[in-house]
């Protein structure tokens, strides 16, 4: 995805975490594509990220509703994830990391570690840890050679932010984010040394703990107010 659609993404993305856009409200491409100053096009493809993700549902051809969700709902399927993912990062342990699994992983720390070094991040950081995060948890998945996982992960993704890609960003406080993200990176370390001691149970707890960071989204659900629910992108009229 081009990186005004990846802003857009994660921007949406926060709005419906936040409650700024409620459940049913209508999003369009164009009064949308106005607000983040980009075109059709980002805002097109973060529709359809959104949509994969259980977030969004298709409106009468015209354009897209929020769906509704519940704290309750976010929780059980991030919890659903931290049990395969810890699944996963047990027989990865047990197993053994290859040599080229090791290397990635190695170089995914190393690039968070410049990322976090300076103390703060920006919101290019925070794409650039989208990403690495993405390579860490798909190598532990792969590591695994558990098929099984891979397939139940892939069903569970389409649950309201159970991806591990479904990061929402608080543009407004990245001291926070800060400190949310670099305490997860600093997870990574922990979870790589107990993969490559062949540490299973160790490796499983951490990767368990290492999702309750989504939980956040599930506390925000339940923390909006009924004027921010009010926000909707709605089409011109």
């Known amino acids: 995805m081009s990186k005004p659609g990846q802003l857009v993404l994660i921007a949406l993305r926060k709005m419906i975490a936040s409650g700024e856009l409620a459940a049913g409200a209508r999003l369009m491409e164009i009064p949308t594509a106005e607000l983040f100053g980009v075109s059709r096009m980002p805002v097109r493809m973060a529709f359809r990220t959104l949509e994969q993700e259980g977030l969004l549902v298709r409106f009468g051809g015209r354009g897209f509703q929020v769906r509704s969700v519940s704290a309750d709902d976010i929780a059980g399927a991030v919890e659903v994830r931290g049990v395969l993912e810890g699944l996963a990062a047990r027989q990865t342990a047990e197993r053994g990391l290859s040599q080229a699994a090791r290397e990635t992983l190695q170089r995914c720390l190393h690039e968070g570690d410049q990322l ?12 650039a840890y989208h990403d690495l ?36 960003v608080d543009r407004h406080d990245l001291a926070r984010e800060y400190r949310r993200f670099n305490y997860a990176h600093m997870q990574h370390h922990s979870v790589f040394d107990a993969l490559v001691n062949g540490q299973g149970a160790r490796a499983e707890a951490i990767m368990r703990e290492h999702a309750n960071a989504t939980l956040r989204y599930a506390e925000t659900f339940g923390a909006a107010t009924t004027d921010e629910r009010m926000k909707v992108i709605l089409p011109s009229s």
């Open 116 to 127: 976090f070094a300076k103390g703060f991040v920006t919101e290019e950081d925070l794409e």
């Open 133 to 168: 995060n993405m390579r860490f948890h798909q190598v532990i998945v792969e590591g695994s050679h558990n098929p099984a996982i891979a397939d139940a992960l892939a069903r569970n993704d389409h649950l309201p932010f159970a991806s591990v890609t479904a990061l929402a």
